[in-house]
């Protein structure tokens, strides 16, 4: 067992844990943040998606000591139901999804992806979340969302 | 952790009917089945009748109607689109409906959440009680304002009586009160008629239904506000996997525990019958567990087949336990026999997985002869029916709560969850959270079946087909409807049964022909041990093979006469108005261009063709176009657009439908081209994402949709039709592509180069 430090979504958090503990496992049942999924754990399908220093990061694959000390955020670091995030805002008004489950780590791709370019085109929306499956076919309109959302930017 | 946190994820025992009534701000009064005083309560308020129009409405002080209903919602939305069907009914904002959906001590059993028939058939029981509601509330304002029931009016849940200032709130009238109306119930699950007789509102007055309300889900799921079955949290809750073999349920004949001494929190390793577990205090420790014991499992007596070429043998050889005759028109035999032109094809279609995007996730919770279960059952009634039958307990002491999980797309390996769920609760007197790994899900999921299609037609002298005969040979759903799942298997309950047909839909049933012969017909598949090839439906199942064996066979019948292949179809389609009205709708959506095929334009390395194909499910019809290019170097299908039109009635939540229909077609592209279930007598061999690859975003088609509303008849499915014509108008684009028949789906590039070799 090892004491790793994280700072969530803005706040310092200390947990102790086993330091080879998938983070995911650590956001999910040590700090309760059940933004990120289980999917495969085997880093393929992108539903456990977090940012992690800037970087999307598949946090089931990402053990928790080399999440020491590093800056990390989950989807409910972006925003809340009352004040959301323009992404978030942007996947309600596109109702971009059916079941949603791998969105969480959908909109963190995209929020990568707007923070280092805040105008992609479609073909670089695609590029950025090809690493994210979705089972019930929204992509069309988390395009859209992504789109939508890269206009709030303008 | 702040009081949010805890009140948010830990699931809480049940908010009892009563305390719903009560309203907000109201003292909420809990009940679960374990408490002997919660219990007095509940049965105070009885297990939900449909007879009573209590077991599917509550209105509170503030006019919020709370909906009962033992519909679940799959993350299609329905939850949504069944709301907006209760709100227009009573006339209250779409703001002002609760639902409370998929809990068995609450609901009323409508049947299963499957099969496109939950808007069909719970749309309708729905509406019907909502309208005994407003009957009744109105005939209490009329006592309350002294006005004739038939002289009031009521709008946003406000009942007014025009010219005076009378009127009175839903709220006021009835506001934390049972109704205490007995309403006309007849009949069950799907089949159940409520309130037949009162007057629902004539559709052309629908203010609600038929606008593209927004999800009420979806916001919660981008603030990763909602709670999944995975996310369930119960006090005290351990965690558990499960451990299998790798090929066929053998027995385990010794288990190492020593093996996973060194694990940290490690509670116990779960043995019954031939069930094997670990329950640990962590996750990551039940993973581990899970990983690092050492099992040796007997021989199984049940073989995998060695091939897809073996099981394609096996559906061709073995004779069949049931044959559905969909259509039988005239002599087909004895038309082909006479016929000018004759023509026959055989198509395969492989076993293909859900591919939940979540594992199989269920939590238990078993306490001497009681049982509570949160999962994410299609059928919240069947499961704890089954979880009776395992435990041998009266189905009154289990309460099941649906929690939604990933999209499943038919039945599939949740249930088994749950038994797991149930036994290592049982084993260690504490709740258990059971999550299946990626390979459990992919090797263990019941698969949708393999199937064999083959067609005859015989075409006159003067090129008219007068001759059709359709036979699908497919194997059965094993795992549904009373076949023991995997877990009871192991504990020693025998399957009783052969299961159920792979549906029979879609082999020409369309069209109209002198001679017509359709058979769907179901080969034996239940194996002494349950083995990773068990099956269940899938998202429209069966119709996939048999649409694209019948389609591309009309496309060919099309092409061997020289002609366009909507304006053949139309001709047989003539008799039946609404497929003719959606295959002309798609050929002006694709703007069709009328001629034959193949195109026969490509002078490159990559051709370009259009296919068209149409399908009904239950009710509701669906043509589609597809455009591709097809890479002639390399095999490789690149499907550019699709067109839809879709005609499912009347049309409750447009965008939500739209949803539905983008969805299908994007599974469905996914199912044509790359899916693919490999195997050998070892295993599965597909056991990650990198071995069954889905669609990703590089390879999306776009996707044109034309709704054709129909106002006056009734809502039909959405949830399953559109992907039927898909593979199909795939494979037709195809030929007319390179002009090479696929006759084997997943169309991967080697089976297209086999194709173009051998056309």
């Known amino acids: ?60 694959t990402t053990p928790a000591s080399a999440a020491q000390n590093r800056n990390i955020t989950t989807l409910e670091g972006l925003g809340s139901l009352e004040h959301p995030h323009p992404l978030q805002k942007a996947f309600i008004d596109e109702q971009a999804a059916q079941c949603a489950y791998c969105m969480s780590g959908m909109i963190l791709a995209a929020k990568v992806l707007l923070d280092t370019n805040p105008h992609p085109s479609d073909d670089q929306i695609k590029q950025a979340l090809n690493g994210n499956l979705c089972r019930c076919g929204s992509h069309l309109r988390v395009i859209r969302a992504v789109k939508r959302a890269a206009s709030v930017n303008a | 952790m702040s009081l949010n946190d805890i009140s948010r994820n830990m699931e809480s025992p049940l908010v009892s009917r009563r305390s719903v009534l009560k309203g907000a701000g109201a003292l909420v009064v809990y009940f679960n089945i374990f408490d002997p005083l919660t219990a007095v309560l509940a049965q105070e308020s009885a297990e939900p009748e449909a007879a009573s129009l209590d077991s599917w409405l509550a209105v509170d002080r503030n006019g919020i109607v709370t909906v009962f209903t033992s519909k679940v919602d799959l993350g299609t939305g329905v939850e949504t689109a069944l709301g907006q069907i209760v709100a227009e009914e009573l006339d209250i904002p779409f703001s002002h409906i609760r639902m409370e959906v998929g809990d068995t001590t609450k609901t009323v059993d409508q049947g299963i959440t499957a099969g496109s028939r939950t808007i069909e058939r719970a749309g309708p029981q729905l509406r019907q009680a909502s309208a005994a509601a407003r009957q009744q509330l109105l005939k209490m304002a009329s006592s309350r304002l002294g006005v004739p029931a038939e002289e009031l009016v009521v709008s946003d849940g406000i009942v007014s009586a025009p010219g005076t200032a009378k009127k009175i709130s839903y709220g006021e009238l009835v506001g934390g009160k049972p109704f205490n109306v007995h309403i006309a119930a007849t009949g069950e699950g799907w089949d159940l008629k409520v309130a037949p007789d009162v007057r629902a509102k004539n559709p052309n007055d629908y203010k609600i239904v038929g606008t593209s309300v927004p999800r009420v889900d979806l916001p919660p799921k981008f603030t990763a506000q909602f709670t999944y079955t995975q996310d369930v949290h119960v006090p005290g809750m351990l965690h558990g996997r499960v451990v299998r073999p790798a090929t066929v349920a053998a027995k385990p004949a010794s288990i190492d525990e020593d093996s996973v001494k060194n694990i940290p929190g490690v509670v116990k390793i779960v043995r019954e019958g031939s069930f094997v577990a670990v329950v640990a205090e962590s996750e990551w420790a039940a993973i581990q567990a899970a990983k690092g014991l050492k099992v040796t499992w007997t021989t199984p007596q049940t073989k995998l087949p060695a091939n897809a070429d073996a099981v394609y043998d096996y559906l061709e050889n073995t004779k069949s336990f049931a044959n559905r005759p969909v259509v039988n028109r005239g002599n087909t035999d004895q038309a082909l026999a006479g016929a000018s032109k004759k023509y026959e094809a055989t198509f395969r279609w492989p076993f293909q997985m859900h591919g939940m995007l979540a594992p199989s996730c269920a939590v238990a919770d078993v306490r001497g002869n009681k049982a509570i279960i949160w999962v994410p059952s299609q059928g919240p009634f069947d499961t704890r029916a089954r979880v009776a039958k395992l435990l041998g307990i009266p189905e009154e002491q289990i309460q099941v709560i649906y929690r939604e999980a990933s999209g499943c797309y038919g039945r599939l390996g949740t249930d088994d969850a749950a038994e797991d769920a149930v036994v290592m609760s049982r084993a260690v007197g504490k709740p258990v959270r059971v999550q299946w790994s990626r390979e459990d899900e992919h090797g263990w999921e019941p698969k949708g079946p393999a199937q064999l299609l083959t067609v005859r037609a015989g075409v006159d002298a003067n090129g008219k087909v007068v001759a059709w005969d359709f036979l699908d040979r497919s194997f059965p759903w094993t795992e549904a409807n009373g076949i023991p799942l995997v877990t009871s298997r192991q504990l020693g309950l025998h399957a009783d049964g052969q299961g159920m047909m792979n549906g029979s839909g ?212 959405g949830g399953e039709p559109s992907i039927g014509p898909i593979p199909a108008a795939i494979a037709n684009a195809i030929f007319d592509a390179i002009g090479a028949r696929l006759r084997e789906a997943p169309f991967t590039p080697e089976r297209v180069l086999k194709a173009m070799r051998s056309a």
């Open chain 2, 506 to 717: 879609g082999g020409g049933d369309t069209y109209t022909f002198e001679n017509q012969k359709i058979i769907a017909a179901a080969i034996p598949w239940v194996q002494p041990d349950p083995t990773p090839l068990r099956t269940s439906p899938l998202r429209a199942p069966g119709d996939l093979a048999r649409v694209f064996a019948s389609e591309s066979f009309m496309d060919e019948l099309a092409a061997g006469q020289g002609e366009d292949g909507l304006k053949f179809r139309l001709r047989y389609a003539a008799p039946n108005k609404r497929a003719t009205d959606a295959l002309t709708a798609v050929g002006k959506l694709a703007n069709w261009q009328e001629r034959p095929s193949p195109a026969r334009e490509a002078t490159g390395d990559v051709a370009r063709g259009r296919g068209i194909a149409i399908s009904a499910r239950s009710t509701t019809v669906v043509a589609a176009v597809a455009e591709v290019e097809v890479n002639k170097s390399t095999g490789a299908v690149s499907v550019k657009k699709v067109s839809v039109a879709h005609d499912c009635g009347l049309v409750i939540n447009p965008d939500g439908l739209k949803n539905q229909i983008e969805g299908n077609v994007i599974q469905g592209t996914s199912r044509a081209l790359m899916e693919e279930v490999k195997y050998d007598s070892s295993g599965i061999k597909n056991l990650d994402w990198a071995s069954y690859p889905i669609l990703r975003y590089e390879d999306i088609p776009n996707v044109e949709i034309t709704l054709i509303d129909r106002k006056d008849m009734p809502a039909l499915g």
């Open chain 1, 1 to 60: 067992m090892a004491r790793i430090s994280l700072q969530v979504n803005n706040q310092h958090r200390v947990v102790e844990t086993d330091p080879g503990t998938p983070l995911l496992y650590v956001l999910r049942n040590d700090l309760q943040l059940h933004g990120p999924k289980f999917g495969c754990g085997l880093g393929q399908c992108g539903a456990c998606t977090v940012i992690m220093e800037g970087r999307a990061v598949r946090s089931c």
